[in-house]
């Protein structure tokens, strides 16, 4: 899927949050900024790493943060025993401040970082102040170590560089920009900085969503990384001014999935077997958003387990035909599950009519997932949302899922239906003249029933 060796992407249950404007004078919810931790040890490459991921992003704020201006200031004792002193335990960071300052750039308040001199190990004035931005990177040693500061990120990044090359690289900046000699160096890297890289730095790799062998010398990640960070601070501005869009988090293993459904030269039986597994991921993520209740029960070993128990009054309803592809993702994840569908179609003058339905008779009572790969101009799903809700379903009881979708559609169903959940794994550019998504997968049905324009429905429940 991807040149081995470039990047590792992991998994990550990261979720974006919403803050909204107290002042009752805003309309629009409070725009919070993209946060991307990079993490890696001493002399990996962090610094210029992030100074090349601000160099690709010009056209974004961009502001860089960075732990080491958070250590504790020395006593005069402390700085007497310097040599016994870990600079690379967790506890040698003034972690309350860094989470301080980072919640208040957040909240998009302005602060001020303490500048802290490598010659004296004390802060030392001007302190230097920082404006609240669309993008932050927080960039140190142990940023993925605690989780309080894991958790305000939104992206992850971990610098692996071979250890020969970081020691060369800490000899040459300690000996030159921080005044020490060879040995003071080679000393603390052995007592301090080696066994706290294996005990902290190193394990806090498992939380990193991409991980960049060769650091700043990798270019191509980099470039993949920028690319990665566009779309989703695109993605990250709609899900600020719509609460009830949600985009399920993105890895490379997704980006890729895409990067082949999307690729003209798919083959039908590979397009399939890419679409099929996305359709699974987003069908997932989607049931996740059901009602729910707490529920006990006993395990084999005698013991307790504190669970929930989903609603089971559920049913998906497909829009003829592209819709149908999501179907047997949904009943492989809900044994059983009613499907009903709907069939629209029509342009022009005359707008999107109604053809055909066929629903649960009980369809009122029940939550409904509404399936549609795409979401282009909205036409098709604002049609579908109106029968369902003319039949008695609860606007707040929809889960509208599909693969992508383009901002216009975005704006046109959650401004007529602010209470419809919208799960999709990508939001695109945009439409063109033709109401095509851009820039999009073509047209979805054709490309996964293996069929041309001439309409081929199933009727059948």
Do not use: W
């Not at 603390?188 to 890289?197: A, D, E, G």
């Not at 401004?415 to 945009?430: G, L, N, Y």
Request: overall charge neutral.
């Amino acid at each position: 899927m991807m040149e081995s060796g470039i990047i590792t992407a992991l998994s990550n249950s990261t979720k974006h949050q919403f803050i909204h404007s107290n002042d009752d004078s805003e309309d629009l919810p409070y725009k919070r900024p993209f946060i991307i931790g990079v993490a890696g040890g001493t002399a990996s490459g962090k610094t210029t790493v992030c100074k090349m991921i601000i160099s690709q992003l010009h056209d974004q704020r961009v502001v860089l943060v960075c732990q080491d201006s958070f250590y504790h200031s020395l006593s005069d004792e402390q700085v007497a025993k310097v040599q016994e002193y870990n600079f690379d335990h967790p506890d040698a960071f003034d972690t309350e401040l860094l989470l301080s300052c980072m919640e208040k750039l957040q909240h998009g308040q302005a602060i001020s970082i303490p500048y802290y001199d490598f010659k004296s190990h004390k802060y030392i004035e001007p302190s230097r102040k920082v404006n609240p931005s669309d993008v932050i990177i927080l960039e140190g040693i142990l940023v993925l170590h605690d989780p309080r500061v894991r958790n305000l990120m939104n992206m992850k990044i971990f610098v692996d560089t071979d250890s020969d090359v970081r020691l060369a690289r800490r000899i040459q900046r300690d000996t030159v920009e921080r005044g020490r000699n060879i040995e003071n160096v080679i000393e603390q890297y052995t007592k301090f900085v080696k066994p706290s890289f294996e005990e902290f730095i190193l394990p806090s790799k498992k939380h990193a969503d991409v991980i960049i062998p060769r650091g700043a010398d990798n270019d191509v990640a980099i470039d993949l990384i920028v690319q990665h960070i566009r779309t989703k601070l695109g993605q990250h501005d709609l899900c600020k001014i719509y609460p009830n869009v949600v985009v399920i988090y993105s890895t490379f293993q997704i980006r890729g999935m895409h990067t082949l459904i999307r690729d003209v030269r798919t083959t039908k039986h590979d397009f399939v077997f890419y679409a099929d597994r996305l359709i699974r991921l987003v069908v997932e993520h989607g049931l996740g958003h059901l009602p729910f209740t707490e529920k006990q029960i006993s395990t084999p070993t005698g013991s307790v387990y504190t669970g929930v128990v989903f609603c089971k009054s559920l049913c998906g309803v497909s829009i003829i035909r592209s819709g149908e592809s999501m179907e047997n993702a949904l009943r492989a994840c809900c044994k059983g599950i009613k499907i009903g569908k709907i069939l629209i179609h029509g342009e022009g003058n005359n707008g999107r009519q109604l053809i055909y339905e066929k629903l649960p008779a009980d369809i009122s009572s029940r939550q409904v997932l509404l399936l549609d790969p795409v979401l282009a101009s909205g036409n098709s799903a604002i049609k579908a949302i109106s029968l369902l809700l003319s039949k008695g379903v609860a606007e707040s009881s929809i889960i509208f899922l599909n693969l992508i979708a383009a901002p216009e559609g975005i704006h046109a169903v959650c401004k007529k239906f602010p209470k419809v959940k919208i799960v999709t794994s990508e939001i695109d550019m945009a439409l063109n003249k033709d109401l095509h998504v851009i820039p999009g997968m073509g047209e979805f049905g054709d490309r996964y029933f293996g069929t041309d324009n001439a309409a081929t429905f199933s009727l059948d429940t």
